[in-house]
């Protein structure tokens, strides 16, 4: 699949680029996509949640009524789960949630991910680029350039460029990363790809090593 190369100001450089039907042109297989998702949602939960139990509760151990003759239920101490304050049955303990999935599940979700992208035509290729400095308003005017402004955009670098990322990373719907941190949860999440030209080959070495 051919795809014009334009510039971060948006004019057109003349240049296509193929983007290879092993990355973009697979047969998307949706459960992969779920896995991964699923699996990347559960890595960033902390698991610290915890409720006291009645042995963890401070208060009396002192019976509070004998046991029979006064026409109600029986009751042990203030700590029951039954009273206010008291310990709760069942609760949340620590846990990690994260589980293993295999690395050619993972690829296979990347793939389909950029694939269903690259039908529906949500994928732009940029020139490299560089800022010469630090500053949001180059990134917005980027983006304004490229009929993204207002859109949920991720931008793909060949390798970390410190003045794009700090560029970009105070803008809400926006998201930079590397080509070694592509994920299926952010391209799925995104509403539009930007990969810049050099990260292309990047990325299908990654995702096409043996």
């Known amino acids: ?56 509760i401070s208060g009396s151990s002192k019976k509070l009524k004998k046991q029979k003759g006064t026409g109600g239920a029986r009751a042990g101490n203030i700590k029951n789960p039954q009273f206010k304050g008291g310990g709760r049955v069942f609760g949340p303990t620590p846990r990690d949630y994260s589980f293993k999935l295999n690395k050619k599940v993972k690829d296979l979700a990347r793939k389909s991910a950029l694939t269903y992208k690259a039908k529906d035509n949500m994928i732009a290729v940029v020139e490299d680029f560089n800022f ?3 500053k949001t308003k180059e990134y917005l005017a980027m983006l304004k350039s490229l009929s993204l402004d207002g859109k949920k955009t991720l931008l793909v670098l060949p390798e970390a460029i410190s003045s794009v990322v700090l560029s ?17 949860y952010d391209v799925m999440n995104a509403e539009q790809l930007i990969l810049v030209e050099s990260s292309l080959s990047k990325i299908d070495n990654l995702l096409n090593k043996q």
């Open 1 to 56: 699949m051919d795809i014009s190369v334009v510039k971060h100001s948006g004019e057109t450089t003349g240049r296509k680029v193929n983007l290879t039907n092993e990355v973009f042109g697979i047969e998307p297989n949706d459960h992969a996509i779920w896995l991964d998702v699923k699996s990347f949602l559960a890595n960033q939960r902390q698991g610290t949640h915890k409720s006291k139990q009645r042995n963890e």
């Open 132 to 134: 010469a400095t630090p």
């Open 168 to 184: 970009g990373r105070n803008i809400q719907n926006a998201k930079v990363v590397t080509a070694d941190q592509i994920n299926t």
